[in-house]
Nanobody
């Protein structure tokens, strides 16, 4: 079983930057893909990005391309979401998720989830 612990959320001014972290444990991570999702009030949970743990393949939603970057640190078993040029519409609860074996974009395809961390962008 995979356990995920998120950190790094907070309040930031529009145009600023924030980095979210997701520390994973409890499984052989080489066989997993890890994704980032977000959910704003009244909205469905939205795919943000994902990375394949072993191969390093990355995918990003069109809404965040050019502003967000997903990366990983294998020795630390940690995945990061670097968010630059933040906009008020980026305000949401951000979740880390994991699945076996390949990247998908549907939240229903992920078996393990973190607790979520609030990101608020002021104008």
């Amino acid at each position: 079983q995979v356990q995920l612990v998120e950190s790094g959320g907070g309040l930031v001014q529009a145009g600023g930057s924030l980095r979210l972290s997701c520390a994973a444990s409890g499984a052989v991570l080489s066989s997993y893909a890890m994704g980032w999702f977000r959910q704003a009030p009244g909205k469905e949970r939205e795919f943000v990005g994902a990375v394949d743990w072993t191969g390093g393949r990355r995918e990003l939603a069109d809404s965040v391309k050019g502003r967000f970057t997903i990366s990983k640190d294998n020795p630390k078993n940690t995945v990061y979401l670097q968010m630059n040029s933040l906009k008020p519409e980026d305000t949401a609860v951000y979740y880390c998720a994991a699945r076996r074996f390949n990247i998908v974009r549907s939240s229903s395809g992920y078996n393990f989830w973190g607790q979520g961390t609030q990101v608020t962008v002021s104008s």
